[in-house]
C-alpha cells in the first residue's frame, strides 16, 4: 500500500509563484525517483520536473529557469517550487514515485494550478 498525496495548487496571477508538495508514504522514500508531471486541458501529460535518489534533476525546457524540484527524504516529500508562472503553467499537476529496483509506479491524485489575472 502506498499513497502519494500532492498539495499547494491554486489559483494564482501571471508571474506569481506557488510551491506544490507530494507526500509519500513508502518505506524507504530514498529509494524513489521523483518526478512532477502535469495535463492541460486538452493535452498529453507532460513530464515537468525530476530528482532521482542521487538528486540529479532533470526539467521540461518549458519550465527550465523558473521551477525548481526538491526532495526531503527525512519527511518523504517532494516539491515543486514554480516561479514566474504563465497561463500556460495552467494543468493538473500530477506526483509520480517510482522505485529504482522494482520499477513500479504511484501516482498522485493531482493538484489543480491555475495562472490567469
Known amino acids: 500500500q502506498v499513497q502519494v498525496v500532492e498539495s499547494g495548487g491554486g489559483l494564482v496571477q501571471p508571474g506569481g509563484s506557488l510551491r506544490l508538495s507530494c507526500a509519500a508514504s513508502v518505506t524507504i522514500f530514498s529509494f524513489y525517483d521523483m518526478a512532477w508531471f502535469r495535463q492541460a486541458p486538452g493535452k498529453q501529460r507532460e513530464l515537468v520536473a525530476l530528482i532521482t535518489t542521487s538528486r540529479s534533476t532533470n526539467y521540461a525546457d518549458s519550465v527550465k529557469g523558473r521551477f525548481t524540484i526538491s526532495r526531503d527524504n527525512a519527511k518523504k516529500t517532494v516539491y515543486l517550487q514554480m516561479n514566474s508562472l504563465k497561463p500556460e503553467d495552467t494543468a493538473v499537476y500530477y506526483c509520480?514515485?517510482?522505485?529504482?529496483?522494482?520499477?513500479?509506479?504511484?501516482w498522485g491524485q493531482g493538484t489543480q494550478v491555475t495562472v490567469s489575472s
Open positions: 509520480n514515485a517510482r522505485h529504482v529496483n522494482s520499477g513500479n509506479n504511484y
